[in-house]
């Protein structure tokens, strides 16, 4: 039985790592719709996937879902981020700030 749950965490890894690679495919053919398909299936499955948040927040953003994006940002702030990942994380936040127009309230979590 051991031995079985050690194969399916190992398919399960390899699922995410197809997925996060496929993605960033998608998105380097300017596909964003596609890739956040993949990422949002991914961020289902695996909720702890500071990657795959980061990497959905920047398809968001780069789809003009400002609202989306920010509630993405705003699950990732929960997390224990690393020093590369709150750069990454701080970083797609001041983008967000500035796609909002001014005159707009900014969005929670950027």
């Known amino acids: 039985m051991e031995k079985g749950r050690a194969l399916f965490k ?3 890894v390899d ?3 197809w997925l996060l690679a496929a993605a960033s495919t998608l998105l ?4 964003t719709d596609r ?3 993949l ?3 991914l961020v289902l499955i695996d909720p702890h996937n500071v990657q795959g948040q980061t990497m959905l927040a920047y398809a968001l953003l780069r789809q003009d879902d400002q609202r989306r994006c920010g509630t993405t940002l705003a ?3 929960q997390h224990q981020l690393s020093a590369r990942e709150r750069a990454a994380v ?10 909002v127009p001014s005159g707009q309230p900014r969005l929670q979590g950027a």
Do not use: T
């Open 35 to 37: 890739a956040i398909v």
């Open 15 to 17: 699922h995410i790592s």
């Open 90 to 99: 701080d970083a797609l936040s001041a983008r967000l700030a500035d796609s």
């Open 39 to 41: 990422l949002e299936f």
């Open 10 to 12: 190992e398919f399960e």
């Open 28 to 31: 380097d053919q300017q596909k």
């Open 75 to 77: 699950r990732l702030n």
